[in-house]
């Protein structure tokens, strides 16, 4: 499975980097207003700490103006994606896009029917939304599984991004589901890697060793 950090803080990302453990970013305009910079200034630093995918999302709402913003951010770097709203007109945009070679990401992603659609018009990637249909309880993560025998029933290229992750439970059970990706906020990714008995074993080795140190130095061993 890979990890997509959902982030647009450059330190963040440098940190989780350092890891092995970020495959992309994915960022929407949410996420880049908090950081109080130029969109295409911050998406071309983040390519350039990442190399894989890296979603910058259009703000247009008709196709011709995603279509015309998709062109424009393409040329930011090579691993830029432009994410795109699970509309018709991002639809449509979609397929242009898909044809001059220009990968998308559909965002916003409900139901199978929608990401079939999304995979159809030629999406690089589709992001169905697993903890804002938790939310109104609807299992997201059937979406998923049902999402990927659909795709793998047809042979649609499209990868799966399990978006809307809030919990570990989620990341385990979209990668038991078969999800190629997880976007994961950095606030979560510690909590990926850590365990309260991680670090009580931590703290016993310490303990065990300080004592059989100090029983040395008391037989003068």
Known sequence: MKFFLDTANVEEIKRISALGL???VT???SIIAKEGRPFEEVIKEICSIVDGPVSAEVIGL???EMIKEARVIA????NVVVKLPMTEEGLKAVNVLA???IKTNVTLIFSVAQGLMAAKAGATF???FLGRLDDIGVDGLGL???LKVVLENYGLKSEIISASI???GHMEAAAEAGSHIATIPGSLFPKLWGHPLTDKGIEGFLKDWGSYNKSLMETGE
């Open 62 to 64: 008709q196709a011709e």
């Open 99 to 101: 044809k001059e070679n």
């Open 144 to 146: 998923i599984k049902r």
């Open 166 to 168: 809030r919990h570990i």
């Open 75 to 78: 040329q930011w770097a090579p």
């Open 126 to 128: 589709i992001s169905p």
């Open 27 to 29: 960022t929407n305009p």
């Open 22 to 24: 970020v495959d992309g």
